[in-house]
């Protein structure tokens, strides 16, 4: 076996073990145990030591007796970057092709190991790496010192790992190797300084400082505070860390490789061990800003992470009369959160203490109520949630207790040390917005920023707004994709914030990665705090270095990746579960697709209907003019249930300001820490105080001001991304849960409520297909393939995977051939469409072949995708039968007032919504399910609309002057039905507040009949 074929089995069977599935979403080192080193041996068939085979293999590609020793992996290299990696942007959807692993693997792993011996041998000084690889290769003087100058080199093989790891979306694991200091031998110390068993405890760290999940902290600022946790009693950490800290002179690269650690965790502990430190769990306040008709309102829930990590899906209220149960859901980072619907008492939520309590395992979490609480957006829940303190240049919302000299104290240190937005109360006042949601006696204050950390802060309760790092460099604001990889839109970029304590002058670049690194642009400025927009920079799809520099030091250096449309995620594309609505599969098909295999017949897939429905013709059913319900809104009288989670103690802190703090008993003896740390009794905060007394001399000079000096670009920043762009990221992430889509949606609006708009937005223009369960809850999602689809008069509509890439060549061939290609702005910021108009199906086919596109072209989509429909009355056969599940509280939906009326109990047949522990449910209950008390569970439009065809008048309604088809608000026509209305003109319905409809647009009178008919049938 020659040379490179021997390294090519190595290098492969290490990259196999490696990087696997099990590390998907988690941190992964190129760290090979003595374990697994004796399986690979096994499997390779090698009867030596397997790390000395490895080093021998690897020192025989190294050609160092007349070459620098990387020229061989450096073409090799190349040439996968080219073949391999080069086209992991450009991938077509569900094609099979193989991201491999660079080929230098088995080579990083041996320069680790040489990383390995440093510190675990006297011999050479702990910081020593070239001596140590010189004597793991079995190098002469001669040979080392080539390879020492031909080092630099590796940092390109190092972020090619890197690229391949983000080429799989984090599947096999989060690239971790980079390092801040010792630029090229720091990469492989990195893989190599923390163990696996030492990394796993880490996540209690971050939970005892209050370090947010994803931030990036410098690691100077993470010396001092694991200073603190390794030198506790007992110690957190092995022996053999222990050691390495204790010398010293690691310290900064252990620093390095935890402050990486903590930009990729997500916020759950990954070790059962270590949930018995973490044992008291978390809960914490979740809010959402959202703009409403009337203005802007907030919604104020709880985000809990419990003991230990358990499927639980409801939560029992201790803290609250009666112990109410409420219904939970999994959020990311093990976390759980209300279900979509829940509403709590805001004043009880914030100002009482909150006790959960897992019914499955008895275990409680506890949120004691704090007079000052930061609000930070959480990009995995999609929603402002609570964090201990604030960070330098985070964006975070403030809730204060509406106490004069309190309020007065944090707006003092907020204008000294940031900036902020509007104030906000209650009800409005002279020097405060008025904001429905917020609760009596709390003040809000929007757009915190603070670029400088305040001095003297003396107040225990200003203390959250203290920051622990002195130093900062995030990326805010912004589209952030969906994924284990943290990406963002190139549509919407975020905006740079960097901040230094103290720092005279800084400079802040931007760098492309590739082939060849290319610095783009470079800000430098005499501040200590600096705000760059990206939106106006024309940053193209790719990944960006963005540095910190402060005094010729590189502060930090973290990566922007951006995406879009143009860059499909290769990996979720290749893997969601590929839908379609499959008609001959049952009536139920209409409003849920499910997982196609390929042999139905007669199946929707976006808006191409592929078969024809075996249906006896039968005479229309003509829609009538006008609507058939009040127009005027009319009082529903429906009350929704407020759970009241406790009592506030009027002798607590929260409402007197009076801390009690409760000192550590004192056993006598000498002191052993500089500082004593006091818990509230009622809030919990710390209280941190000297051992000793710090006496100040009465003449001594007062604390020095604070000086901010914020060096802020110019630029436009959109605090909420636009549907188009959210569009846009759907088609990059082309499928998978519906969470994915939630999050999405989340940066356009934060509620559950318009999650569910989205989604049946994107669902009825032809864009997605939705799979549900036997409730119509959307599970999973996929993004549609790219069809042009005839309209009634408005040309061709482009519908499912179109991208900005793909709509320029497009328009390219279009106006090449006469036609032209016209893009209408969607009603008050909504989706957009796009319309091919000018040429015929034939020619718009020949210019799509004639640019390479495979988009197809539907002709009369709405008329063929209607005769595939079945009627109501056979989707109402094909819905499951249950007995009416038990509830605390029914509405029912009248249809001459097309609105929902507090009632009894479910009685007479009808379309029911019922409260389930704070689950609400939509149920049709016909005139036998009255009797045998038994329902069908549907979605809230579906349900209406059963009870309206059984009560024969269908809830739609047709204008002969605008071709409209209208239907209540609430009432939208679902899925497959909706697509059909929609598809009509190619535009989103529109919605009237005024005459409580919805109408579509451009409804021929015989699509209108045609649907009606199916709603009656």
């Known amino acids: ?8 089995k190595w290098d492969r069977a290490l990259a196999r073990h490696v990087f696997t599935d099990e590390s998907a979403g988690l941190p992964v080192y190129l760290e090979v145990t003595p374990e697994m080193f004796k399986v690979l041996g096994a499997e390779l068939g090698i009867s030596e030591d397997p790390v000395a085979k490895l080093i021998k293999v690897v020192r025989s590609t190294l050609y160092l007796e007349d070459r620098h020793g990387f020229d061989a992996h450096w073409q090799r290299f190349q040439m996968w970057r080219r073949h391999v990696l080069g086209s992991a942007a450009t991938r077509e959807k569900r094609t099979a092709t193989e991201i491999t692993p ?8 041996v320069l680790v190991l040489a990383a390995e011996r440093m510190g675990a041998d006297t011999n050479l000084a702990a910081h020593a790496y070239y001596p140590r690889l010189g004597e793991v290769l079995g190098l002469d003087k001669a040979e080392a010192t080539r390879l020492q100058q031909a080092f630099p080199i590796t940092e390109v093989f190092w972020r090619g790992l890197n690229e391949y790891l983000v080429a799989h979306e984090g599947r096999l694991g989060l690239p971790t190797a980079d390092a801040l200091s010792f630029r090229y031998v720091g990469i492989p110390q990195s893989q190599a300084l923390v163990r696996a068993a030492d990394r796993v405890k880490l996540p209690a760290f971050f939970t005892r400082f209050g370090l947010v999940p994803g931030s990036e902290v410098i690691p100077a600022d993470l010396e001092p505070l694991l200073d603190a946790w390794i030198s506790s009693n007992p110690c957190p950490v ?7 800290w204790g010398r010293g002179a690691a310290r900064e690269r252990v620093a390095g490789v935890v402050a990486v650690e903590l930009s990729l965790w997500d916020g759950a502990f990954r070790d059962s061990s270590e949930q018995s430190v973490g044992a008291t769990g978390q809960v914490g306040l979740c809010a959402n800003l959202r703009q409403s008709f009337g203005g802007r309102i907030i919604e104020l829930s709880f985000v809990a992470r419990l003991p230990r990590q358990a499927e639980a899906t409801e939560l029992v209220v201790n803290s609250a009369a009666g112990r109410p149960a409420v219904g939970v859901i999994p959020a990311a980072g093990g976390r759980v959160r209300p279900i979509p619907g829940s509403r709590f008492d805001a004043a009880s939520l914030v100002g009482a203490v909150l006790e959960l309590e897992d019914p499955k395992t008895g275990e409680t979490v506890t949120r004691r109520p704090r007079r000052v609480v930061p609000l930070r957006r959480d990009e995995m829940v999609g929603a402002l949630v609570e964090t201990a303190r604030l960070q330098l240049a985070d964006d975070v919302c403030l809730l204060v207790k509406d106490d004069d000299n309190l309020l007065k104290g944090v707006m003092g240190i907020v204008d000294q040390c940031g900036k902020r937005g509007a104030t906000f109360r209650s009800v409005a006042t002279d020097d405060a917005e008025a904001l429905p949601g917020l609760p009596a006696g709390w003040v809000l204050i929007d757009q915190v920023q603070l670029y400088a950390i305040p001095k003297d802060v003396k107040h225990v309760d200003l203390h959250a707004l203290v920051p622990l790092t002195t130093a900062q460099l995030n990326f805010a604001g912004g589209l952030k994709m969906p994924g284990r990889i943290r990406k963002y839109s190139s549509l919407q970029p975020p905006e740079i914030r960097a901040a230094v304590a103290e720092a005279e002058k800084m400079t802040v670049t931007i760098t492309s990665l590739g082939d060849e690194s290319e610095e783009l642009h470079r800000w430098t400025e005499s501040a200590n705090a600096m705000v760059i927009p990206l939106n106006g920079l024309d940053l ?9 520099q402060v005094d010729d030091e590189v502060l930090s250096r973290p990566t922007l990746r951006l995406r879009s449309a143009d860059t499909p995620d290769a990996v979720t594309w290749e893997t969601c579960t590929p839908l379609n609505y499959e008609l001959d599969g049952g009536a139920t098909a209409a409003i849920s697709a499910s997982a196609s295999v390929g042999r139905s017949e007669f199946f929707v897939d976006g808006v191409n209907t592929v078969g024809v429905r075996d249906r006896a013709a039968a005479a229309p059913r003509p829609i009538a003019d006008g609507i058939g319900w009040e127009a005027k809104k009319v009082s529903s009288n429906v009350v929704q249930p407020v759970v009241v989670l406790g009592t506030a103690d009027p002798k607590s802190c929260m409402v007197t300001g009076r801390h009690y703090i409760q000192l550590p008993t004192w056993h006598g003896g000498k002191a052993t820490s500089k500082t004593i740390q006091g818990v509230c009794r009622d809030c919990g905060i710390v209280k941190t105080s000297p051992t000793r007394p710090r006496w100040k001399k009465l003449d001594g000079p007062a604390d020095a001001p604070v000086e901010l000096h914020l060096a802020e670009y110019a630029g436009s920043r959109e605090l909420q991304a636009p549907w188009d762009v959210c569009l846009d ?7 998978g849960p519906i969470s994915a889509l939630d999050r999405i949606a989340s940066h356009a609006d934060g509620t559950s409520l318009f999650a569910d708009e989205f989604v049946r937005a994107l669902e009825i223009a032809g864009h997605i297909d939705v799979r549900r369960d036997d409730a119509m809850v959307p599970l999973e999602w996929e993004a549609n393939p790219a069809y042009l689809a005839e309209t009634m008069t408005n040309g061709f509509v482009l519908a499912g995977v179109w991208s900005g890439r793909g709509r320029a060549l497009l328009r390219s061939e279009i106006e090449a051939n006469g036609g032209h290609l016209v893009r209408e702005d969607g009603v008050d910021g909504g989706l957009s469409s796009w319309f091919a108009r000018g040429l015929a199906a034939d020619d718009l086919e020949q210019a799509m072949d004639a640019a390479g596109l495979e988009p197809a072209v539907v002709r009369d989509a709405p008329r063929k995708m209607l005769a595939a429909l079945p009627t109501l009355g056979e989707l109402e056969a094909a819905m499951p039968l249950v007995p009416i599940p038990a509830y605390s509280k029914a509405t029912l939906f009248s249809l001459r007032d097309a609105s929902w009326q507090t009632v009894a109990g479910v009685g007479i047949p009808g379309a029911y919504r019922i409260e389930q522990s704070f689950r609400r449910l939509s149920i049709w209950v016909d005139a036998n399910g009255a009797v045998e008390r038994q329902a069908r569970v549907g979605s809230v439009q579906v349900v209406k609309h059963l009870a309206a065809r059984a009560a024969g008048r269908p809830l739609v309604g047709y204008v002969p002057s605008s071709s409209a088809l ?26 009237s507040t005024r005459t409580r409809s919805i109408a579509y647009l451009d409804v021929p009178r015989d699509v209108a009949d045609g649907l009606n008919s199916l709603l009656a049938g």
């Open 238 to 244: 092995s022996n053999n860390l222990k050691n390495l």
């Open 1 to 8: 076996m020659n040379v490179w074929a021997e390294y090519d």
């Open 966 to 991: 209208v239907v209540p608000i609430g009432a939208d026509l679902p899925a497959l039905y909706g697509r059909v209305a929609a598809l009509c003109s190619g535009r989103r319905p529109q919605v």
């Open 729 to 735: 990221a759907v088609v990059h992430v082309g499928g």
């Open 540 to 548: 193209a799809d790719g990944d960006y270095e963005v540095t910190l």
């Open 102 to 109: 660079p080929p230098v693997v088995a080579l990083l792993c």
